[in-house]
């Protein structure tokens, strides 16, 4: 017997993740139950969909913590657990190129968002955390507080597009400007780098001449409602592990990647 996957969600905006992962639970198709909502977004009106249900919520504005830094940065309240140099080197969402003062500007006012965000979801235990329509990169910081076990990844994400094609904000309108004739969403592990995290599940459906950007995203999101409780119950199944593959490339190169295998149904 499948035991019940306690599951907190993120989200920024209306919830149409949430909303699909909740509808999951209820007809049963998602062996699991909502148990916390937050959001980066105090006017979030996926907020009020948890609300009616009874489930509890929190907000950690973002914008204010990020406001109150660059007003003062000598007065950031650090988490005592934080390590600039450690987290500066695992990160993988700015490039080297990047000033190293804007990087570190970055980690810093994330960790205080991160924190307080950690703090609201402790009160409230978590098999996993689904990443739905938060729109908020997460630093090592946050990851490795919620991924405590490092060979039992908890944090979960759907992307608007077929990765490793078109990672970041406007995954369906990239693929619509690209030209391409496949469009698709994608649900994975988090990991430090943007939208790279190892697949979990993948959906894609054709390009016709006569879509728009609009019946593109219109089309994805009702293949997002779908992949994204098929994934989450595929790990309240325990059948989801992750493996780091090694492949030997002609000339001496070497590719490793981390993916995720679907063991059969018991």
């Known amino acids: 017997m499948v035991k019940r996957l306690r599951v907190g969600v993120l989200i920024s905006g209306g919830g149409t993740n949430l909303q699909a992962i909740l509808d999951a639970c209820e007809s049963g198709r998602l062996t699991a139950e909502v148990v916390f909502v937050g959001s980066d977004t105090p006017q979030a009106a996926g907020l009020e ?54 990087v570190d500007g970055f980690l810093v006012s994330r960790a205080m968002a991160e924190a307080a965000l950690l703090a609201a ?78 697949i979990i599940g993948q959906r894609a459906f054709p390009i016709r001449e006569e879509d728009t950007l609009e019946t593109i995203r219109r089309r994805g999101l009702e293949q997002e409602w779908e992949l994204y409780p098929e994934c989450i119950q595929l790990f309240a199944e325990g059948r989801l592990r992750t493996e780091r593959m090694v492949h030997e490339l002609p000339g001496g190169r070497r590719f490793e990647r981390s993916v995720v295998r679907i063991a059969p149904a018991a």
């Not at 660059?70 to 695992?90: M, S, W, Y």
């Not at 990844?153 to 490793?164: D, F, G, V």
Request: proline share 8%.
């Open 49 to 102: 969909r948890a609300r009616r249900r009874g489930i509890p919520t929190f907000v950690v504005d973002y914008r204010a913590v990020t406001a109150a830094f660059r007003e003062n940065p000598g007065a950031a309240a650090l988490p005592a657990d934080f390590r600039l140099e450690e987290i500066r080197a695992k990160q993988g969402l700015m490039g080297n190129t990047v000033d190293p003062a804007r």
């Open 121 to 198: 979801m402790r009160e409230i235990p978590y098999d996993l955390i689904a990443l739905a329509g938060f729109m908020r990169t997460l630093t090592p910081y946050f990851i490795d507080r919620v991924n405590s076990d490092r060979a039992s990844l908890r944090l979960m994400n759907i992307h608007p597009a077929l990765l490793p094609a078109f990672p970041g904000t406007d995954g369906y309108g990239d693929t619509w400007r690209y030209g391409c004739k496949v469009a698709g969403c994608t649900v994975h592990f988090v990991d430090y780098g943007e939208d790279t995290g190892p």
